[in-house]
């Protein structure tokens, strides 16, 4: 049975799915990173917190499928809101991944990845459709029993909205809501995170297939920074175990 590995961009996530595993897994030091390697949900899974950074994603990420033979990767984190139509507690099931710092001119246009002769990644049709059903599935019919009332009413997640469009990757945290304007001008996404493209390039070099869903968290403006960790843990580690337990049980 070929291993899922599973990706989370902050370790409280990681935390909520480890704590789902069957007795009987194992965590392995490598790197400076633990995976957890076990089943969940009836899936053999290696489960791992990416670290922040395309490169920190794209090292775990290689790791996965070398060492533990993922033959597909999920990947599950937070985003700022590129699209000013989202809001938080939103999700975006990635259709298409960017670089939006990857800048080789005059050599290469901007934003094409250097021999690889594109300029996004296309997420497995398959992967996205199954997560983007777990997605709207979770919302539906259990937001309202997993994410405790207070934290419903605080993040106003009364209606989250579930849709499918570009992510945009680099090594910036947005926090201007000038710079979130000129991102969006520029690329077609709909929220900007540091690591999914990172992880698609290396999943697209390797022939793995590879989904990813991104819980909005902020913004990306001035306010971005506001309640961040309590939506951490009282929402994005709700979702994150909601939504692939949908997918994968």
């Excluded at 490598?30 to 794209?58: M, N, P, T």
């Excluded at 901007?110 to 990644?121: D, N, Q, S, Y």
């Excluded at 296309?122 to 405790?148: G, I, P, Q, Y």
Aim: hydrophobic share 50%; with cysteine.
């Amino acid at each position: 049975m070929s291993v899922i590995g599973i990706m989370g961009a902050m370790t409280e996530e990681i935390s909520a799915l480890v704590e789902a595993m069957e007795p009987g897994g194992r965590s392995v030091r490598a790197g400076l990173r633990d995976y957890h390697v076990g089943r969940l949900w009836g899936h053999e899974v290696a489960v791992v917190f990416s670290r922040w950074g395309k490169v920190a994603a794209a090292t775990t990420a290689t790791h996965l499928i070398a060492e533990f033979g993922a033959g597909s990767i999920l990947f599950t984190g937070v985003a700022g809101a590129a699209n000013p139509g989202l809001r938080v507690g939103d999700i975006v099931v990635a259709g298409e991944v960017y670089q939006h710092d990857m800048d080789a001119r005059p050599i290469f246009p901007r934003h094409e990845i250097p021999l690889l002769g594109v300029t996004a990644i296309e997420t497995d049709s398959v992967l996205r459709e199954r997560l983007l059903a777990a997605a709207r599935s979770f919302v539906a019919e259990h937001l309202a029993n997993d994410v405790r009332p207070d934290a419903v009413l605080r993040f106003n997640l009364a209606r989250p909205a579930v849709v499918v469009g570009g992510v945009a990757s680099g090594d910036k945290f947005f926090a201007s809501s000038d710079d979130i304007v000129k991102l969006h001008a520029r690329l077609p996404v709909e929220c900007v995170e540091m690591e999914g493209a990172a992880v698609a390039q290396v999943c697209y070099e390797h022939g793995v297939p590879f989904a990813m869903a991104r819980t909005i968290s902020d913004t990306a403006d001035e306010t971005a920074h506001i309640d961040f960790m309590a939506f951490i843990k009282d929402v994005a580690s709700v979702y994150a175990r909601g939504i692939l337990r949908m997918m994968l049980a």
